[in-house]
């Protein structure tokens, strides 16, 4: 049920709605309805708008969901658990969801289109990457969103064709990445001081893994796939004060990676077409590679989870003809799964063997000990699945 919208200001990037959005069914008397569950995944459905919640013990999709608005998309959990936000491509529009309650509390209006969100650990501030969005001088375009739901603001940090940003552990520092561009922006999270860290031509930084203490970050160049040289990671170091480059090691490709303990997995693609996916393995002592050029389905990676000791890569854009844009790799070697449309979301389930992978619309449920789908057939949502987290 909806209920009357309690405050309305405008800023200069967009409107922070003070309000509430409300489950799809329940009483007229009563709060909304809520699934109960104990152990649950929030699955955006672009078609309908709404949230669909899974059992994430057994699979199965629950009669309940909750109202997030026009065309669902990606979602970010906070890191306590409390919260989802949601961004609505139909509207622009991010919502901040209730996790307790499965209820929508806060919209807020983004200048464009975003796909790369971060949120901090307690929910009370929220990023979105703008690659579209004037800036404050109009031109180049290209901003970063900063919505602050303690101050009630809403504001831009003007930064050049972002496309994708990466939050550190603590929250402090927040790495942009820019279509076209040989340089990462470090956003201060509390000043919004700007720091613009040069990286050699042709290397085309493309994304950023953090270690744990948020010390330093593992850079990802994204190099031909992305219109430069040579794919690699290199070390971006000091991240608490003045940002300095450290190791570079050449890689297959990189436009994704995922850090497991001491092991870093680097993903992208070296050439179009179908076996042109690379996965490379890397030692973070000394920055080594271990395992090089394991071929995985091509497209643009955006997408990693580690389960059971086997890791799944998703990509979009990929050729999807004779293979699909999912691979699990394990052992050296990976599985390439037949052809079922991109992957727009991902989710390893906490205490199983089991990975969520939206395919194509789907919601599809793998099996991380054997690398097959575990049902015969996908979670039956009605419209189109686009992300999948997991909330408690």
Same mark, same amino acid.
């Given at each position: ?5 309690? $405050? /309305? ?7 922070? @709605? ?7 069914? $329940? ?21 309908? $708008? ?64 975003? !796909?790369? +969100? ?42 050049? +064709?972002?496309?994708?940003?990466? +939050? ?22 509390? &000043?919004?001081?700007?720091?613009? /860290? ?19 970050? @593992?850079?990802?160049? %994204?190099?031909?796939? %992305? *219109? ?30 995922? +850090? !497991? ?11 179009? *077409? ?14 080594? /590679?271990? &395992? ?5 389905? !091509? ?6 989870? /580690? ?10 854009? %990929? ?5 699909? %844009?999912?691979?699990? @790799? ?25 990975? @969520? ?36």
């Amino acid at each position: 049920m909806k209920r009357t919208i309690l $405050g /309305v200001f405008a800023v200069a990037a967009g409107v922070l @709605y003070l309000g509430s959005c409300g489950g799809s069914s $329940g009483s007229l008397t009563g709060p909304p309805p809520i699934s109960l569950l104990p152990n649950r995944a929030f699955v955006s459905n672009e078609f309908t $708008g709404n949230i669909q919640i899974v059992n994430a013990t057994t699979d199965v999709l629950d009669t309940h969901s909750f109202v997030s608005g026009s065309g669902a998309q990606t979602m970010v959990v906070s890191g306590n658990k409390q919260f989802t936000f949601i961004f609505n491509a139909g509207s622009n529009v991010l919502l901040k969801a209730d996790n307790a309650t499965e209820t929508g509390l806060v919209t807020a209006g983004l200048p464009n289109y975003s !796909d790369s +969100l971060a949120v901090s650990a307690d929910g009370n501030k929220a990023y979105a990457a703008v690659r579209n969005a004037a800036s404050s001088t109009g031109t180049p375009l290209g901003v970063v969103s900063f919505v602050d739901y303690v101050a009630n603001s809403n504001t831009t940090v003007d930064v050049p +064709l972002a496309r994708r940003l990466v +939050l550190g552990p603590s929250g402090a520092k927040l790495l942009v990445f820019s279509d076209n561009s040989d340089s990462v922006t470090v956003i201060d999270t509390a &000043t919004k001081a700007v720091t613009v /860290v040069a990286f050699p031509a042709g290397s085309r930084p493309a994304w950023g893994v953090f270690s744990s203490d948020s010390s330093k970050a @593992y850079i990802l160049n %994204c190099g031909p796939e %992305c *219109g430069g040289t040579t794919a690699s990671v290199t070390e971006l170091n000091n991240l608490g004060g003045v940002p300095a480059l450290g190791t570079t090691t050449p890689v297959s490709a990189a436009t994704i990676g995922l +850090l !497991d303990g001491t092991t870093l997995y680097v993903a992208g693609t070296v050439t179009a *077409g179908a076996g042109g996916g690379r996965l490379d393995v890397l030692n973070t002592a000394g920055l080594t /590679v271990t &395992t090089s050029g394991v071929v995985i389905n !091509d497209g643009f990676h955006t997408t990693m989870a /580690v389960s059971n000791g086997r890791v799944f890569v998703g990509a979009r854009a %990929c050729s999807n003809v004779a293979e699909g %844009c999912l691979s699990i @790799y394990s052992g050296g070697a990976a599985v390439i799964g037949a052809p079922k449309g991109e992957v727009t979301g991902m989710q390893a389930i906490s205490g199983r063997a089991i990975v @969520y992978v939206v395919e194509g619309g789907e919601l599809r449920i793998y099996d991380s000990s054997t690398s097959t789908e575990k049902l015969p057939a996908p979670v039956n949502i009605v419209g189109k699945a686009w992300d999948v987290k997991t909330v408690d």
